[in-house]
Structures are given as C-alpha cells and as structure tokens.
C-alpha cells in the first residue's frame, strides 16, 4: 500500500497520543531532514520542513525517517506537550540525531503532565538533546534504556530540567521502572537492572536541575540474574555503563540526590555544584531515620572521579555527606571538592570482602558537622584507602574505622567543640598516620607524632575558602610528605610548589600568623583531653 504524507500525519499524530501510555512514536517512518515546531504562530497544516512553515505541535509532524542528521527544532518562548519514545533510533558520532531549539526568548519548555517522562531513548544512540527546558510535574525527564542491544554517545546539553519534586519526600523514590517513577531529570536504565546491555559514552553538560526528587541516576547490571543483592561475592558479575561524563552542572534545591555514578567504570563528574539537595531530613516523627540519600556518591563502580565540585547544604540525617563510596565502589576518587554545611563530609559503605584503593584528596570540608563522618560502616571496609591533604574545618567527630593497609597523610583537623576522634588501633591493619595537624582536639594515639597547633590559615571567613590558604609562617609549611600521584596543582588551582599539610600547596601568602603561647597551648590542651574523657564517659553510659 502506498503510504501518502496526509496518511503519515494522521498516523504520526495517534502514535504522539499513545505515546502517554508508552507506544513507540519516532522510530522508522520515511521523510525530511529538519523539522520546525512553533507553538506560538505554527499551524499543523505546515510542511514544518522550515521557520515559517513551522507546525503548532509534535502531532502536527509528517516525519520521514530519523537518519544521522535528522533536526526537530521548537521554538523558543513556546510550550509543547511532549511524552515521546524513541526506539532503536540512532545517528551518527560526527552526524547525531538532534533536538533543539530555534529563535529568540526564553528555552521552548518540553512538558508533559503525564505519569511518564517526556522522552525514553530505547536502544537509542548519538543522540542530542540541547537548549531546551523540560518540566514534568506527574513524572520525569528523561529514561534512556537498553533492552536488546548497547547505547552509545547520547548528549544531554544547555536543558534546564525542573518541576519533577517528590511530593511527600519519603526517600529517592522508586528507582525500578524510570526516570517518572524516580521523579529524576535524567535516568539511565534501572536499579536493579533489567538489561545486560550498557549506556556508553553518555554526556550531560551545561545543565541546571531544579526543583525535583532526583538529578541524574546512572545504574547499571550487577549480575545475570539482576539480583542487586548478591548472596555471595561470587555471584557478582557486572555490566559497566563506560565513558560518563558529566560537567559543569548546576543542581539544586532538591528533595534527594544530584548524581548517583551506578555501575560505572571510567565515569568522570567534574565541575558541578549541588547546593540544597537532599532535603528531605528522612526521619519520623520519633527521630527514627526512615531513608538515607546522599548528593554525589559511587554504588558499585570502578575506575571513576568526581572532581572540582562543590557540594552543600545536605540536610538527610542517615546520610547527607559529600564523600559515599558504596557497595563494592574500588579505585574510586573524591579530588577538589569543596564541601560545607552538610550533615556530615564521608560516610562510607563497603560490602563484601570491603572496597579497594578508593581516594579521597585535596578537598576542603567547612561545617560538615551536623552528624558522625566515618571512614568506613561495617567490618567490611576500606582496603588500600588514601586519605591525603585534605583540610578539614569545624568538624563533627571523625571515625578513622574499619581500615585495613590505608594512609592517612598531611590532612588538617581543626574540630567542633566537643568532637573528638575514634581510630582503630591495631597495629596488624598496616594502616600509616604521618604528617597530619590537629586543632581543638587530643592528638589520636595511633598518630602521636603528629602536629598538635594553630594551622595558620590567611584569613578567618568561615564563607571564604581563601581563608584557608596558609600563611607564610605557617608551621604547616613544607611539613607534609610528598606524595607521587601525579597531580600538579592543589585545591585553590595553585601549583604545587610546596609539600604541605593540608590542601593549600603553595609557598604561603603574605598573612599574619597568630599562633598561641606555650601556656595558651597547654591549656588547650588539658581542654582537649577532657573533652575526650568526658566524650567517651559519655559513649559508655548511652
């Protein structure tokens, strides 16, 4: 039967009205290249194969087929209903499928009301999304799936997502079945997952997030049998999702989690800010906590970075903190992250035979300090863990616990008042303390050898993180051990011309030092050790 254009129409406008309940709608219809949609001065009786014979809406379409290259434009200061799924649709990495924008105003906003996400990529790849806002107040944005066969080069850029919120803000959400269901502005595939194909090279950039339950989950698949909690160690048998990179983002005022790195290896995120997320505290009306959430955290991923973030205002009491490594997580980065007025900077949660070689460095945490960080929850724990030149400010108690062959080196401690630390202390763990500072707490046992004084920063506005480089006389100055691991530059962007403690490695600024006095020390330190008496009275009666 010969399939005219007017038939085509008709044809593509029932798919786009079935979409809501999850029919396929672009996928291997024959055509044009480039379509226009204006829902201000377009009219469906257009060609929509140019600016002014612009379509009014999605339904309005006579698509051809969706080749390398294929562009549907929507106009900016425009509206569009918009719940579409893309199946088995793919361009090219130097040609990719495009959807965009065109034209003055504000971002053409891709809005469905549905419980349903505005678009679902199955077994889609080379795919740009770019310049547009999407809104989904029932459901979420975007759900790129693989049923039968990899993603690759999917492209999320310039999309400004908002208006997704978990309503009652009762934990992440169920993450099972989608982006709608998890109330997320992006979601790869599911947890647990349900295929063993992965999502490659996946880039989302340039992107704000507003206003939802959750920003990007990225999962993957844990085994065969898509059983995400194995009986044994044994049984695991991962399918990583490879090449993730998401940049310069900006997520905020949220109920739950900004980036989950899932099943990954090689992922890197990187200049990105999550500011208010997590928000739901997650506890009852006894204090009992009801669910954990976290803004930026690895779940069984390998060989993966977040890096030059920073991370704020979390106030999830079970969680909250900056630095999670979960669930059989192994040589994974915390670098560069500026984390302050969380609930907590770490709390990690190995299983099975622990995590291994996992990092955390050059990080400067200010007021985490609304709970307990710990290194490690659980026997399990951290193997080969480096924890180095980071500096850590205003401090809750810090737990260096469940290490095993780790090196905690060139870090400054200055603590709340009150908090104190809790370290494992046998020996036969092999882990090494040296060349850390502490302030306004004892000196651990396990690394007595360590600097116990003013750390002499440059200046002293907690809000300011140039406060915490140091000043020239500082006695932290060239007192850290050097450490080869390739980095040049420290946490303030500076090269690293001095091994020092803490994460400033410069030669120091022109600042005043005020240290303290052989007396003021000593008293401060009487008041440190009671402190630490008290404290621990205290742990044994509760």
């Known amino acids: 039967m010969k399939v005219t254009k007017k038939v085509l129409s008709v044809l593509l406008a029932v798919a786009v009205f079935l979409s809501g309940f999850g029919v396929s709608v672009f996928a291997e219809i024959v055509g044009q290249d480039v379509y226009y949609i204006d829902s201000i001065d377009g009219d469906d009786a257009n060609s929509g194969l ?58 053409a906003v891709l809005y469905t009301n549905e419980a349903r996400e505005v678009f679902i990529f199955n077994d889609c790849s080379y795919i740009t999304v770019s310049d547009l ?60 997952g349900t295929s063993r194909f992965p999502v490659n090279n996946l880039t989302i950039s340039d992107c704000e997030v507003y206003d939802v339950a959750n920003g990007f989950l990225i999962w993957g698949s844990w085994n065969e049998s898509e059983n995400p909690w194995c009986a044994t160690e ?75 973030c920073e991370i704020a205002g979390q106030k999830n009491v079970g969680d909250g903190m900056a630095v999670d490594f979960d669930s059989y997580t192994h040589n994974c980065t915390y670098q560069y992250i500026y984390s302050h007025d969380n609930m907590r900077f770490m709390c990690n949660n190995p299983n099975y035979s622990g995590h291994h070689g996992n990092t ?9 300090n609304g709970a307990r960080s710990t290194t490690a929850v659980g026997s399990a724990g951290e193997h080969e863990f480096s924890f180095y030149n980071n500096t850590i400010i205003n401090s809750g108690e810090f737990q260096f616990k469940n290490l095993y062959n780790s090196y905690i080196a060139n870090n400054v401690f200055v603590m709340e008042d009150g908090a104190t630390f809790a370290y494992d202390v046998d020996a036969s763990r092999g882990n090494t303390y040296k060349n850390n500072c502490y302030y306004n707490v004892m000196t651990p046992f396990v690394d007595i ?49 001095s091994n020092n403690i803490g994460c400033y490695g410069g030669n120091g600024v022109n600042a005043e030092y005020k240290g303290e006095t052989a007396i003021e020390k ?21």
């Open 50 to 107: 140019s600016e002014d014979e612009a379509v009014r809406t999605i339904a309005g379409l006579k698509i051809g087929e969706i080749t390398a290259g294929t562009t549907f434009l929507f106009r900016n200061g425009g509206r569009y209903e918009c719940a579409v799924d893309f199946n088995d649709v793919s361009g090219t990495k130097e040609n990719p499928v495009v959807i965009s924008s065109y034209g003055e105003g504000e971002k």
């Open 133 to 192: 806002a999407i809104t989904a107040p029932n459901g979420g944005g975007i759900w790129i799936n693989t049923k039968t066969k990899t993603s690759e080069g999917i492209t999320i850029d310039d999309v400004y997502f908002y208006d997704m919120p978990n309503g009652k803000v009762t934990s992440r959400a169920d993450t099972s079945a989608g982006a709608a269901r998890a109330r997320a502005a992006v979601m790869v595939k599911s947890f647990p």
């Open 234 to 308: 044994e049984e695991i048998d991962p399918v990583f999702n490879e090449g993730l990179l998401i940049k310069n983002c900006y997520l905020h005022d949220m109920d739950a989690e900004a980036v989950v790195i899932g099943m990954c290896d090689g992922a890197l995120v990187t200049d990105c800010r999550a500011i208010n997320c997590c928000q739901g505290e997650g506890v009852d009306e006894n204090g009992e906590i009801l669910f954990f959430t976290a803004a930026m955290w690895f779940w069984g991923s390998v060989n993966s970075t977040i890096q030059y």
């Open 360 to 368: 955390v460095r050059y990080c400067l945490s200010v007021n985490d």
């Open 449 to 497: 050898l360590a600097m116990n004084t003013v750390p002499g920063f440059a200046g002293d506005d907690t809000a300011d993180i140039m406060s915490y480089v140091l000043s020239e006389k500082s006695p932290l100055i060239g007192k850290g051990e050097k450490v080869d691991d390739g980095l040049t530059t420290d946490f303030f962007g500076n090269e690293i011309t």
């Open 522 to 542: 000593l008293v401060r330190l009487i008041k440190n050790v009671f402190q630490t008496i008290i404290h621990e009275i205290m742990v044994i009666f509760d």
